[in-house]
């Protein structure tokens, strides 16, 4: 294997992580999740819909492998068992995401911005509710 290739599995492993995570985030909520009547922007583009997300990532993984296996890592993947997949596997569909646009540069950045952005706000909001424990207290 040539040093670009171990580069390129790298940086594939790197988008199946990053589809992933945010895979992950949104089938957390995926019961409240609901279909919308899409409605075509200004520029001719349609909103990514968390939904539409989840559906394309799972549709990608069952074209990427045959059907047993693509069974396999479907169950895996919403069950949040990335970890038992190989890292051929991983890099597989990390290629594949790149190719279809599911990586934070694809159709879905303003999903992944807006999550991260939200994430970063729920952070911030903890950590200023969270205040002293020690109920008035002086802790020396």
Same mark, same amino acid.
């Given at each position: 294997?040539?040093?670009?290739?171990?580069? /390129?599995?790298?940086?594939?492993?790197?988008?199946?992580?990053?589809?992933?995570?945010?895979?992950?985030? /949104?089938?957390?909520?995926?019961?409240?999740?609901?279909?919308?009547? *899409?409605?075509?922007?200004?520029?001719?583009?349609? *909103?990514?819909e968390a939904l539409?997300?989840?559906?394309?990532?799972?549709?990608?993984?069952? =074209?990427?492998? $045959?059907?047993?296996?693509?069974?396999i890592a479907t169950?895996?993947?919403? =069950?949040?068992?990335h970890g038992l997949?190989?890292?051929?596997?991983?890099?597989? /569909?990390?290629?594949?995401?790149?190719?279809?646009? /599911?990586? $934070? +540069?694809?159709?879905?950045?303003?999903?992944?911005?807006?999550?991260?952005?939200?994430? =970063?706000?729920?952070?911030?909001?903890?950590?200023?509710?969270?205040? $002293?424990?020690?109920?008035?207290?002086?802790? +020396?």
């Amino acid at each position: 294997m040539t040093i670009y290739s171990k580069k /390129l599995e790298r940086e594939y492993l790197d988008i199946f992580n990053t589809v992933f995570a945010l895979y992950s985030t /949104l089938n957390d909520g995926r019961d409240s999740l609901h279909a919308k009547h *899409a409605q075509i922007q200004a520029d001719g583009e349609v *909103a990514a819909e968390a939904l539409d997300f989840l559906l394309d990532v799972e549709m990608k993984i069952t =074209a990427a492998f $045959p059907y047993m296996e693509s069974q396999i890592a479907t169950r895996m993947i919403k =069950a949040g068992n990335h970890g038992l997949l190989r890292d051929d596997q991983k890099s597989h /569909l990390g290629k594949v995401f790149f190719e279809f646009g /599911l990586g $934070p +540069e694809g159709a879905y950045r303003k999903l992944f911005f807006k999550i991260v952005n939200d994430q =970063a706000r729920q952070a911030r909001k903890g950590v200023a509710n969270a205040g $002293p424990t020690t109920n008035g207290r002086c802790i +020396e």
